[in-house]
């Protein structure tokens, strides 16, 4: 078991360190540096998020990684938001046409796509009791949510030639979107009829 808490934590400790570190960061002001970290950082909860939900941590209960998954998620939120937060400080008509889908940048529109998800697919979770969907009906909701933002999330991070160190952010973007592909996989999370019985 304490080996794999430690793969898990290299994981997200090498690519977070490797940024932290990088070259690129020298002379540039602290709220770029701290916008770039942010996303870097909403990136490893990401790789978590799936992990919890599956219940795939050892040492932790299905209810309580379940718990653990909305504390997360609060945090993944806050960390998208400090991103761009830090972004708009940092240079707002940049922001305002990524928001706009008006950056030549390809990874911008990819960006902002994945924080429209992730916003969307807290604010479900949040009105989870008020829209009284049905249990599977909101699992494929909140899921496919999840699903837009973790690809939005990669693409927009492997476009960018940034902090993050090339071989360790390829590394941590596959691990997100398998661990979220082999969660949705195993919950049958699309699978929102149920089979009648004859």
Known sequence: MALIWAALAAAVAVP????????????R???YIAAGLAGVIAMALM??????VGGYLPGLSAYRGRHL????GGALVAA???HVAALWITSPPDVVD??????????SAWGVIAMWAVFMAALVAALRRRLRLRPRTWRFIHAS?????VIGSVVHAVLIEGTMET???????????????????????WAIRTRRRV
């Open 80 to 82: 998208v938001l400090i």
């Open 69 to 72: 998954h909305r504390w997360v």
């Open 16 to 27: 977070i360190t490797a940024a932290a570190t990088s070259p690129l960061l020298a002379w």
């Open 167 to 189: 071989v360790s952010k390829v590394v941590l973007c596959t691990l997100v979107l398998a661990a979220t592909v082999k969660v949705m996989a195993d919950l049958k999370v």
């Open 29 to 31: 002001d602290p709220v």
């Open 47 to 52: 790789f978590f998020q799936p992990l919890l």
């Open 145 to 149: 949510l999840a699903l837009v933002t």
């Open 98 to 107: 990524a928001l706009l889908f008006r950056s030549p940048t390809p990874f």
